[in-house]
């Protein structure tokens, strides 16, 4: 890992392990906490939600770090722009998760203000101006462009919230798709994209350290749009800006785990005439917490999918020994579904 981005990574995780205990005893103390009772909340007593407060200052911190230290001039100035979209753009999703966590917006509120903000993304550059089209290879998609980068950004944003249902699922989740993003954005010669990834992977796996079934504290909203959003942005400033067909089909298949869940879980919704915005127990590890699995064995099980999709990523971006981290994860994937298998099937 270059300097630049070790420093990225070890910033974001020393910050959010030092501010987590912070943010979680200032909550604590007013009362900013989340009652269990209903039916789709899992946990048995008050919690916190706002552990994404500090993984969004644990992020915020590296990349301030790095631009200080000069990281960020090694860049062209579009792809400084892109960085800074993305920053700023999380930021503001960020805002609109933590809004819903402290005062609960409606769906169709922040529905709008999700595609306001993704659609200032796409102005300064954070936009999807290719798609891989089957027999045809890359297609320039014109004016298409802005609703699909929002699509993208929006859609991506709340799938990651969406699978936030289990102690470290989403930060777990988007810490394994980080660090995929990052290894690849670097072979791909994406500096800029990499640093963000780093300073994600970076809060997402330091954020386990008090996440993690018994979780001590949630991320919220605040933290899964913060985490979904970014994810996305450098998927598109990452790998898409790299305009090969290889690369397009990157981050749909790095974030195939949350991309197929939620997609899933809404044509469900729709085929039984209920709102795609309605929350459910219908989502994969629901359907694996009915199935007899404990918690940390089905977050196990996930997280092993989403690191053999992402080995599948480096192994089809042509990445040196890709096919051998590819088979590793398998094998990986393999023994946890067949542990996960035998305790849904034993007496």
């Known amino acids: ?32 906490v989340d009652l269990p009772g209903d039916p789709r909340k899992l946990h048995q007593r008050p919690m916190v939600r706002l552990g994404g407060v500090s993984i ?28 800074w979209g993305v920053t700023i753009g999380g930021l503001l999703f960020f805002l609109i998760g933590l809004a819903d966590d402290l005062i609960s917006l ?5 529905l709008v203000l999700e595609c306001g903000v ?29 609703p699909v980068t929002v699509l993208w ?13 289990l102690d470290g699922l989403a930060a777990g989740v988007s810490g394994i798709a980080a660090v995929v993003m990052l290894v690849v954005s670097l072979f791909m010669d994406q500096p800029g994209a990499a640093l963000i990834a780093a300073a994600l992977a970076g809060g997402c796996l330091g954020f386990l350290r008090y996440n993690f079934s018994p979780a001590k504290i949630f991320m919220g909203d605040g933290g899964a749009y913060y985490l979904g959003f970014t994810l996305a942005g450098v998927g598109v400033i990452g790998l898409v800006k790299a305009v090969t067909t290889v ?12 991309i197929l869940d939620v997609a899933t879980v809404i044509v469900d919704r729709l085929r039984r005439g209920k709102s795609p915005f309605k929350a459910d127990n219908r989502h994969l590890h629901h359907r694996l917490l009915q199935a007899g699995l404990s918690h940390r064995l089905i977050v196990l099980l996930i997280y092993a999918l989403t690191l053999w999709v992402g080995s599948l990523a480096l192994a089809i971006s042509y990445f040196p020994a890709g096919g051998t981290y590819a088979a590793v994860a398998t094998l990986l994937l393999g023994y946890i579904a067949w542990e996960a298998w035998k305790k849904a099937h034993s007496p």
């Open 118 to 146: 993704a659609a200032m993304a796409w102005a300064v550059g954070v936009r999807i101006d290719f798609l891989t089209v089957p027999f045809m290879g890359l297609v320039q998609i014109g004016w298409l462009s802005l």
């Open 1 to 32: 890992m270059p300097p630049f981005h070790l420093v990225a990574f070890m910033t974001a995780m020393a910050v959010v392990v030092l501010t987590t205990p912070i943010v979680n005893a200032v909550a604590r103390h007013y009362g900013i």
């Open 247 to 258: 690369a397009v089909l990157l981050p749909y298949l790095i974030l195939a785990v949350p």
């Open 56 to 83: 969004f200052l644990s992020c915020l911190a590296a990349l301030l770090l790095v631009w200080v230290l000069g990281g960020f001039g090694v860049m062209s100035q579009p792809n400084e722009y892109e960085i």
């Open 153 to 165: 950004l929006v859609g991506i944003t709340n799938a990651i919230n969406m699978i936030d249902g």
């Open 106 to 110: 409606s769906a169709f509120t922040r």
